[in-house]
């Protein structure tokens, strides 16, 4: 089945407390991105990659890292999380180049920082 | 900037009635536009999208969207409506020739009553 997928899918962490979102494809996709959803403000891309070893920032992308070492994984770190990105976190793929094609996406991560 | 603008914080229609979810949204170049659709506790899931031709684009579960140009908009709709059409509904552009940045409005949530 073609999916994305996302771990853990709930976490509860303190300030200052690294950690790392996976997050992982098997569509073979070369664009890959990540998400915050918080109420009133949808979607807004924190980071995003054409393929491997290419990545570059969305519109949030303050405080969190991203690497493109495989094609099939992207994961999402945060090195020093603060309360501000307790949010709901999506991973999404696509093929191509072309932002013509739709973007599918993981089944969210909620992460809560305290 | 491109921006997408979703009026309505909540739709509330009856059943068998028709439905529309409203989407306007300002970008410089020619858009792509896409709704995807949100269940509780799920990722988002594809509906639609319009990248060039008919103006009318028919999607999954029945929905349609019409693109205007003129009133840069990118209305949703459905001629009949289902209870289990309840979500949360987004719409998002990118841009012909810069596609890496999708940028969604705030949601719509949909209530569909008996």
């Known amino acids: 089945e073609a999916q994305v997928t996302q771990n853990p899918r709930y976490l509860i962490t303190v300030t200052g407390k690294k950690l790392t979102v996976t997050c992982s494809q098997n569509?073979?996709?070369?664009?890959m991105s990540w998400y915050r959803q918080d109420p009133g403000l949808g979607l807004r891309q924190i980071y995003y990659s054409m393929n491997v070893e290419v990545t570059d920032k969305g519109d949030v992308p303050e405080g969190y890292k991203v690497s493109r070492k495989e094609k099939r994984n992207f994961p999402l770190i945060l090195e020093s999380p603060s309360p501000n990105q307790t949010s709901l976190y999506f991973c999404?793929?696509?093929?191509?180049?072309?932002?013509?094609?739709?973007?599918?996406f993981g089944p969210g991560t909620r992460l809560t920082v305290t | 900037a491109q921006s997408v603008a979703q009026p309505e914080d909540q739709v509330n229609v009856a059943e068998g009635n028709p439905l529309t979810v409203k989407c306007t949204y300002s970008v410089s170049g020619n858009p792509y536009l896409f709704w995807y659709v949100q269940y509780p506790n799920r990722g988002l899931q594809f509906l639609l999208k319009y990248i060039t031709g008919d103006n009318l684009v028919k999607g999954s579960y029945g929905f349609e969207a019409e693109f205007n140009k003129s009133q840069t908009s990118f209305h949703l709709k459905k001629p009949s409506a289902l209870v289990s059409d309840s979500a949360l509904y987004f719409c998002a552009v990118s841009v012909h020739g810069a596609g890496n940045m999708l940028t969604f409005g705030g949601g719509t949530r949909l209530m569909v009553k008996p």
């Open positions: 569509m073979n996709h070369e664009y």
């Open positions: 999404a793929s696509r093929r191509g180049s072309s932002g013509s094609y739709e973007q599918y």
